[in-house]
């Protein structure tokens, strides 16, 4: 069974710096992206930044200069670092993976459960 299990939320001053971290196990054959999203009450889901099994990275441009995406295929973990962070920031931060559970089936996208991450002014 394949899950995605977030960790590194909590509550941080403005401007302070916080590292999410996301594993994926399971039966997973292969991963060819993750990424992270977050989502505020009241608000829709929206993605912050995505990185391919490649290194190609992709990032909100609310956040590009302040965090950065990394991942490491071999343990097919994915990190977040959130740096010069703002009470805008205050969201569930999801993990997502593109991938496939075996080479028959097409790529599909899974979701991790979430972890809070509350930014006080």
């Known amino acids: 069974q394949v899950q995605l299990v977030e960790s590194g939320g909590g509550l941080v001053q403005a401007g302070g710096s916080l590292r999410l971290s996301c594993e994926a196990s399971?039966?997973?054959?292969?991963?060819?992206?993750m990424g992270w999203y977050r989502q505020a009450p009241g608000k829709q889901r929206e993605l912050v930044a995505t990185?391919?099994?490649?290194?190609?990275?992709n990032y909100a441009d609310s956040v590009k200069g302040r965090f950065t995406i990394s991942r490491d295929n071999a343990e097919n973990t994915v990190y977040l670092h959130m740096n010069s962070l703002k009470p805008e920031d205050t969201a569930v931060y999801y993990c997502?993976?593109?991938?496939?559970?075996?080479?028959?089936?097409?790529?599909?996208?899974?979701w991790g459960q979430g972890t809070q991450v509350t930014v006080s002014s």
């Open positions: 997502n993976a593109v991938g496939r559970v075996s080479s028959s089936v097409a790529p599909l996208m899974y």
């Open positions: 990185i391919t099994s490649g290194g190609s990275t």
């Open positions: 399971g039966s997973f054959f292969s991963i060819r992206a």
